[in-house]
Nanobody
Framework: QAQLVESGGGLAQPGGSLRLSCALS????????MGWYRQAPGKERELVAV???????NYGDSVKGRFTISRDNVKNTAYLQMNSLKSEDTAVYYC?????????????WGQGTLVTVSS
């Protein structure tokens, strides 16, 4: 099974920006989609953004207009640019990907990276 590694979390001030990265490495035949979900304390995990292999994107309502997801198909990496951050964006952000090796389709999750928005 391929490995999914996230990076870029940390502390930001309200109104600030952060950029998350998610890289998939290992035996990969194709990647159908890559995306980000988040889970705040006491809340359910929710969709932040997803991008398909064809470039189609979908965003959660709370981040539309502020966050942008992009993808480098050569590097098998997805990026989440987060602007105009709010305190309610504080959460653990998880990368998710649907990919195939040469025999199996996998639904893989990263270990999570903490984003804290606070002054």
């Amino acid at each position: 099974q391929a490995q999914l590694v996230e990076s870029g979390g940390g502390l930001a001030q309200p109104g600030g920006s952060l950029r998350l990265s998610c890289a998939l490495s290992g035996t990969i035949f194709s990647i159908s989609s890559m995306g980000w979900y988040r889970q705040a304390p006491g809340k359910e995990r929710e969709l932040v953004a997803v991008i398909t292999s064809s470039g189609y994107t979908n965003y959660g309502d709370s981040v539309k207009g502020r966050f942008t997801i992009s993808r480098d198909n050569v590097k098998n990496t997805a990026y989440l640019q987060m602007n105009s951050l709010k305190s309610e964006d504080t959460a653990v952000y998880y990368c998710n990907t649907l990919y195939s090796d040469y025999s199996v389709t996998w639904d893989a999750w990263g270990q999570g990276t903490l984003v804290t928005v606070s002054s």
